[in-house]
């Protein structure tokens, strides 16, 4: 088998291929050109986005090149997805998008060298055809039967779907001749959802071109109980650091499951396969210092934010729980705390709010009573310094960054006030 291929199935990124025998034959004959495409269905790539990514950060490693498709004609359309007909955005929303996600791809894929990655936009080809051309040209290669037959499809009928969802396989078949004619691409990955657009695309290019190109696809990443991974209780994790900072971006993945946690460093980090195999017995042996959550979070905070954001988010995390001074924080770090711990706001007047209220309403205990038990047993903190007085109010003088009061109980209930005046 292919060295790439092996790498790939190792790290748990195989689930469909067109035919795996034939994949591994044709990367052994020299560099092959791929492509994956993003839709601008928002302003940022997902974690999802970034599975696709790692798979042809790899595929380049191995000496072959990516092309990396940001879908300017696509993004105004939408996938079919189960939940129903997607909302379609103002083409000037979408042209926005769409350079947002060029430059973080771009950032994220080798754009030198002699394997250098390439960026394209399908507007550039698809503005310009007819709908009489497209129907000719593309269309007739379809059969309706078996676009009635994809999955998603068939759960939207009953409820409905409309004609642009339905043909939206048709446009991304395009995108695939379209690179084959332009860039000699024969290979397309995607996620396993994707896997009926993908394989469209490999079956019109044989109608039309009489070739033979690849297709492969990845599981779905998902947490142990099935909730896709990369979503959270607030929303979608983005690596756009104006969405997600990389403070709640590092501590996404600090906080990995233990049952899960190698499965998702084998994806995210481009360690070998030697030290992630060292660090799952370690993590095996000795959970509870959640090695292989730290490797992951740093690897992959590393890769998309940078190494001086990841050190900022770990500085963070240690000024919340005492280890290093909270006012060496800068304003834009301590508001993504702020929201990461859900920070209530306090209107203050003239007087200012009891350490005994800053503590209930933050939510690190339970009520009054028990903020002052806090007090007096010793283990109530503002901004990381004990209070011993059950009477104690908060002042100016407390506040982080013209705003922010940091509250804790005991060594690990952190919570946070945005105090307004």
């Not at 790498?7 to 034959?25: F, I, K, Y």
């Not at 007909?85 to 000037?92: H, I, K, L, P, S």
Request: without cysteine.
């Amino acid at each position: 088998m292919n060295a790439v291929i092996d790498d790939l199935s190792w790290r748990g990124l195989l689930a469909h291929t067109t035919d795996l025998d034939a994949l591994g034959a044709h990367f052994d004959e020299g560099p092959v050109k791929t492509y994956v495409g993003f839709d601008p269905t928002a302003p940022s790539i997902h974690m999802g986005n970034l599975v696709q990514i790692m798979v042809h950060r790899a595929l380049q490693r191995a000496g072959h090149r990516p092309v990396l498709l940001v879908g300017g004609s696509t993004g105004l359309i939408g996938d079919p997805k189960q939940a129903g007909e997607r909302v379609m955005n103002d083409v000037d929303v979408v042209a926005g998008w769409v350079e947002r996600i060029r430059s973080q791809v771009g950032r994220l894929i080798d754009l030198d060298g002699p394997h250098a990655g390439t960026l394209v936009n399908n507007l550039d080809w698809t503005s310009g055809i007819s709908a009489l051309d497209f129907l000719r040209d593309v269309g007739k290669h379809f059969s309706v039967n078996r676009m009635l037959d994809r999955e998603v499809v068939k759960s939207r009928l009953e409820a409905g779907i409309s004609y642009t969802e339905f043909s939206y396989v048709l446009l991304q078949s395009l995108d695939y001749r379209e690179l084959y004619r332009r860039y000699g691409v024969t290979l397309q990955t995607g996620g396993s959802d994707q896997w009926g657009n993908i394989t469209a695309g490999v079956d019109l290019i044989r109608r039309s071109e009489g070739a033979r190109v690849h297709a492969l696809a990845t599981p779905l990443l998902t947490k142990s109980d099935g909730v896709k991974f990369g979503k959270t209780e607030s929303g979608t994790v983005w690596l756009d650091p104006e969405m997600t900072s990389p403070y709640a971006f590092h501590q996404y993945f600090l906080n990995a499951e233990d049952e899960m946690v190698v499965s998702y460093l084998k994806v995210f980090s481009e360690r070998s396969h030697e030290e992630i195999d060292d660090i799952a017995a370690q993590q095996a042996e000795k959970p509870f210092l959640r090695v292989a959550q730290r490797a992951l979070a740093n690897d992959i905070t590393d890769l998309v934010h940078g190494v001086g954001e990841r050190q900022g988010a770990e500085a963070a995390a240690a000024a919340l729980f005492g280890r290093s001074e909270l006012r060496d924080l800068d304003a834009r770090t301590l508001a993504a705390v702020a929201t990461q711990l859900d920070a209530a706001t306090v209107q203050v007047g003239e007087t200012w709010p009891s350490v005994v209220d800053a503590l209930a309403e933050s939510g690190v205990v339970a009520s009054r009573s028990a903020a002052r038990r806090a007090i007096e047993e010793g283990g109530a903190y503002v901004n990381n310094m004990k209070v011993t007085e059950p009477d104690a109010r908060l002042s100016q003088e407390d506040l982080l960054g013209g705003q922010m009061v940091i509250v804790r109980r005991g060594k690990k209930t952190v919570g946070a006030l945005r105090i307004q005046r």
